[in-house]
Structure formats: C-alpha cells, structure tokens
C-alpha cells in the first residue's frame, strides 16, 4: 500500500489513537473491521476502472489479463449486480414497473412500463419533473396509458423479462449518472435513460409531452444541484 502513502505503522497509529482505553481484544475486533472496509474500497477501485474500461470497449479476456485473473473470473466478480447503485425510491419504480406489467397481463417490461413506474413514486424527483413539464401527473399518465399496448387475455405469475429497449435505458440510467458526476443512481437517472434510447416508446411519450434529450439533462443537473445545495444548509 505504500504507492497510496498508507503503511502498516500509520493504521496502527491511528486506531490506538482512536480507541485509547480498549483492551486487545477490542482492539482485533476493530482491526478486522478495518481491514473489511479496506478490502471493500479496493474492490470498488476496481469495479470504478473495469466500468470505465468496458465502457471504453475492452472486452473481459484484457480486463482479466490487467487484473490477473482469467476472463471468468474477472467478468464473474465485477459484472455489476442488475440494480447495483440504484436508490431505494428508483428500485420501488422498477418494481411498480413489474406490477404495471402484470397488471396490464402484458408478458414483457416496456419502456412505457418503466416511465409508469416511475410516475407511481410521488417522492422522486422524476415524478416532480414529469409533473412539472406536463402540468399535471394525470396527463403523463393519461399518456402513458394511451400508448400502452392492449392488455393480455390471462394473468400472468413468475418472472416477467425486460424487453431489449428496457434494458438499453437501465444501462443508460447508469451513464447518464455517470456523466453528471452522481455516486448514485435515481429515478431521475432512469428518466433520462429513458429519454436516451430514441425509438423505445417512453421516449417517444416523453418528446410527445416536450421534453428532449438536452433540456431534460440540464434540469436534472440543475434540480439536483439545488436539492443538495439546501441539504447542506440544514
């Protein structure tokens, strides 16, 4: 670790620093903690660079070989879990998005499902831009339900699969979070990633309600920005 400027000695140091009356055993204890939180930032290093480098195109045999381990390895261990980064708010929409689905008995998740989703949770600041932009969260969904494909003739149980485009604007949500510098990924993401992918349905909905790709960015921007701003004044 002495590349990072950390060594042994300094880690000692501080934690007898910090726990100045703990006996030894306490000691061990906060020292395995320690070296968990370690571990896991090392392994975000790295799941920081693998992203970026797949981004960039390289394939899981060069990520492997810069890794040291073989191209299963390395794709089993840091290919991202599907909702890995995802807010609770943004997780609830994928799941009303799954409900939207079978409600409809539709045996796919579309990207209109997902953007009713989306509108479902009051709390997130994609309902409040939607809400915004259309007036009223009844006129987006009025949209929605408009452009929905008709229903299915039974209920469906189990697994319902993403549809491509569906999955497209998840891994959208991701970049887009990327390009503005978040650690997370909102419904405000999943918003845009919608947006992002040009022929699906949602985003068709979205530009029928005067959104486009620029402008929709820049209001995320600006709304987050703001939010975290008054955060940091309470």
């Given at each position: 670790?002495?590349?990072?400027?950390?060594?042994?000695?300094?880690?000692?140091?501080?934690l007898?620093?910090?726990l100045?009356?703990?006996?030894?055993?306490?000691?061990i204890?906060?020292?395995?903690?320690?070296?968990?939180?370690l571990?896991?930032l090392g392994?975000?290093?790295?799941?920081?660079y693998?992203s970026?480098?797949?981004?960039?195109?390289?394939?899981?045999?060069?990520i492997?070989d810069?890794i040291?381990?073989?191209?299963?390895?390395?794709q089993?261990?840091?290919?991202?879990?599907?909702?890995?980064g995802?807010?609770d708010?943004?997780r609830?929409?994928?799941?009303?998005?799954?409900?939207?689905a079978?409600?409809h008995?539709?045996?796919?998740?579309?990207?209109?499902?997902?953007?009713l989703?989306?509108?479902?949770?009051?709390?997130?600041?994609?309902?409040d831009v939607l809400?915004?932009?259309?007036?009223?969260?009844?006129?987006v969904?009025?949209?929605?339900?408009?452009?929905?494909?008709?229903?299915?003739?039974?209920?469906?149980?189990?697994?319902?699969?993403?549809?491509?485009?569906?999955?497209?604007?998840?891994e959208?949500?991701?970049?887009a979070?990327a390009?503005?510098?978040?650690?997370?990924?909102?419904?405000?993401?999943?918003?845009?990633?919608?947006?992002?992918?040009?022929?699906?349905?949602?985003?068709?909905?979205?530009?029928?309600?005067?959104?486009?790709?620029?402008?929709?960015?820049?209001?995320?921007r600006?709304?987050?920005?703001?939010?975290l701003?008054?955060?940091?004044?309470?």
């Open positions: 670790m002495s590349p990072l400027d950390i060594s042994l000695a300094d880690l000692i140091t501080r007898d620093e910090e100045p009356d703990a006996n030894e055993l306490t000691r204890s906060e020292a395995r903690l320690r070296a968990q939180t571990s896991d392994d975000q290093l790295i799941d920081h693998v970026k480098a797949k981004r960039t195109g390289a394939s899981w045999t060069e492997g810069a040291g381990v073989s191209k299963q390895a390395a089993q261990r840091h290919t991202p879990a599907p909702f890995e995802f807010t708010l943004n609830h929409s994928i799941v009303l998005a799954q409900e939207a079978r409600t008995k539709h045996d796919f998740i579309g990207t209109e499902h997902l953007l989703g989306l509108l479902g949770e009051p709390r997130s600041l994609a309902y809400a915004a932009k259309a007036e009223s969260a009844q006129r969904r009025d949209a929605i339900e408009e452009a929905m494909p008709p229903a299915g003739e039974k209920a469906l149980r189990g697994h319902i699969a993403f549809r491509p485009e569906s999955k497209e604007a998840i959208q949500a991701r970049r979070s390009d503005l510098g978040h650690d997370w990924i909102g419904t405000e993401h999943t918003l845009l990633g919608l947006i992002r992918v040009e022929e699906s349905p949602a985003a068709q909905i979205l530009r029928d309600l005067g959104f486009t790709p620029e402008e929709l960015h820049e209001t995320v600006t709304e987050v920005a703001e939010r701003a008054a955060r940091d004044k309470r």
